[in-house]
């Protein structure tokens, strides 16, 4: 298993790995949150950083970016100040081409993602997909940015926040709603459905409270680093906790390598299709 190297990990394709009980003949899914889950403090936020290296926005823009960062590592998500640091973004790429945004989240990923990703989360990703499992990166965050980073640790995919795109150009307005909270569930049950996978077969990692729909969602859920709130109702339920530290990253490898069931070689997807649009009748109203 490599670190966290930007190099691609993958299974053992000719592996039918069964430890954790029986094989599975349909795919399973791994989902984990990106912010403070998979990486330290929020991706959006060196979006803004590399923005205003380039010139692109100015120290007034960045602002609100930087509060958030501050707030968010401090004390967990904050719905109305990631709700005010989304807006100012979404109006910082209009008028912005699909290349320059995806140019821009593949500068930030060397100096400004990679060096802040956790390294146990990351493992914990990569022992799924030697179980043959599908590794979907689920956040808030612009899909751009999650697609960089799936793409870069050798991970299925990313369902992130999406744009809307007219004659070439961001407009700043969504494509349905911000993948946050309740969205993440929709999304989530969307495409366990598209691929045949079973929701209490499949896995989910957050950090935050505001994930309850999804975690809630899947058989096996794992809090890692988690909130006050997400800490208290982990506990009151029996959840495992994922503490950023080697004993915590041992048992949670050993949980996922006893318990996790193998995906059979027939059953796993040889080019994942892309993930769905998740617009539901509500995203249409």
């Known amino acids: 298993m490599s670190d966290v190297t ?18 599975s003949d349909r795919p399973i899914v791994a989902f984990f949150d990106v912010d403070n889950t998979l990486m330290r403090g929020t991706s959006l ?8 290296r380039r010139k692109v926005i100015t120290w007034r823009d960045i602002a609100p970016f930087a509060w958030h960062q501050m707030r968010f590592t401090r ?5 109305a100040h990631l709700a005010s640091a989304r807006e100012r973004a979404l109006e910082l790429v209009a008028g912005k081409t699909p290349d320059e945004i995806a140019h821009l ?15 146990e989360t990351v493992a914990l990703a990569q022992e799924h997909i030697a179980k043959g499992h599908e590794v979907w990166l689920i956040s808030a965050t612009p899909w751009e940015v999650g697609d960089v980073i799936a793409r870069r640790l050798g991970l299925t995919g990313a369902l992130g926040t999406r744009v809307e795109v007219v004659d070439g150009q961001y407009t700043g307005k969504l494509v349905g709603h911000v993948m946050h909270g309740e969205r993440k569930a929709v999304a989530a049950r969307e495409l366990v459905g598209a691929i045949g996978a079973r929701l209490e077969d499949c896995w989910a990692y957050s950090d935050s409270r505001n994930d309850l729909p999804l975690l809630n969602l899947v058989g096996n859920r794992v809090v890692v680093n988690p909130d006050a709130l997400l800490e208290r109702h982990a506990s009151e339920h029996g959840w495992p906790v994922l503490q950023l530290k080697s004993s915590s990253l041992r048992e949670a490898q050993k949980r996922v390598k006893r318990e996790a069931r193998a995906v059979r070689k027939s059953a796993r997807r040889a080019s994942p299709t892309a993930p769905l649009q998740h617009r539901s009748e509500a995203d249409e109203a």
């Not at 930007?6 to 094989?23: C, K, W």
């Not at 004390?75 to 719905?79: T, W």
């Not at 989240?105 to 390294?119: K, M």
């Open 75 to 79: 004390v967990g998500e904050n719905d």
């Open 6 to 23: 930007g190099e691609t990990p993958r299974g053992d394709a000719d592996a039918d790995p069964v430890a954790g009980g029986s094989s």
């Open 105 to 119: 989240a593949e500068s930030i990923w060397e100096d400004r993602i990679h060096p802040r990703l956790w390294p």
């Open 45 to 52: 936020f060196h979006v803004g950083v590399e923005a205003f």
